[in-house]
T-cell receptor, first 116, second 114 residues
Framework: EPEVTQTPSHQVTQMGQEVILRCVPISNHLYFYWYRQILGQKVEFLVS????????KSEIFDDQFSVERPDGSNFTLKIRSTKLEDSAMYFC??????????????FGPGTRLTVT | GESVGLHLPTLSVQEGDNSIINCAYS??????FIWYKQESGKGPQFIID?????DKRQGQRVTVLLNKTVKHLSLQIAATQPGDSAVYFC?????????????FGPGTRLSVLP
């Protein structure tokens, strides 16, 4: 069964450093998403991406964040200057966004980001 | 500073019994809802969805009920199995300042007793 993959599984970085989290969505999916989950808290939507541009974003997704689909398979989330409060599990998801399974999002296993 | 974790409500059910997990959503204009299951150390897993023009939808062993009058969503799991033990949370799609957002609830921990 196809699945969303994410690398690395755990990233440790120092405050102020840039990080790039990588995702490979399911190959025939058209919509891509990033979410984060701070330890012990709710899942929070960050951004959705379609047709090489951001389609929706939340107030969390400020200028420190950016997303990119650099090639036909990868989808990345960049945090320019990490802060301690960016420490969280980051989940990538993808969906077909067509037909009766339009919003069925498949989540990756997550990347745990630890900012020290 | 120290982050305060959510104290998740827990539902304990006997194996084979039916489970009902509830969720109160926030925005009467939300047009679409999803139930997710999250096992420890894993990403959320889609279970079932429902649009706001429906009040009930059935899947395999699961049923979602939507009561728009009181902004309430429930997930019913029939014949609960040990593999159903996980955190379950609902998500609503609502219009935020920057477009459509999915807003997640805090979750309920389901514990299936042998």
């Amino acid at each position: 069964e196809p699945e969303v993959t994410q690398t690395p599984s755990h990233q440790v970085t120092q405050m102020g450093q840039e990080v790039i989290l990588r995702c490979v969505p399911i190959s025939n999916h058209l919509y891509f998403y990033w979410y984060r989950q701070i330890l012990g808290q709710k899942v929070e939507f960050l951004v959705s991406f379609y047709n090489n541009e951001i389609s929706e974003k939340s107030e969390i997704f400020d200028d420190q964040f950016s997303v990119e689909r650099p090639d036909g398979s990868n989808f990345t989330l960049k945090i320019r200057s990490t802060k301690l409060e960016d420490s969280a599990m980051y989940f990538c998801a993808s969906s077909e966004r067509t037909g009766h399974r339009a919003y069925e999002q498949y989540f990756g296993p997550g990347t745990r980001l630890t900012v020290t | 500073g120290e982050s305060v974790g959510l104290h998740l409500p827990t539902l304990s059910v006997q194996e084979g019994d039916n489970s009902i997990i509830n969720c109160a959503y926030s925005n009467s204009a939300s047009d679409y809802f999803i139930w997710y299951k999250q096992e420890s150390g894993k990403g959320p897993q889609f279970i079932i969805d429902i649009r706001s023009n429906m009040d009930k939808r059935q899947g395999q062993r699961v049923t979602v009920l939507l009561n728009k009058t009181v902004k309430h969503l429930s997930l019913q799991i029939a014949a609960t199995q040990p593999g159903d033990s996980a955190v379950y949370f609902c998500a609503e799609r609502m219009k935020g300042d920057y477009g459509q957002n999915f807003v997640f609830g805090p979750g309920t921990r389901l514990s299936v007793l042998p």
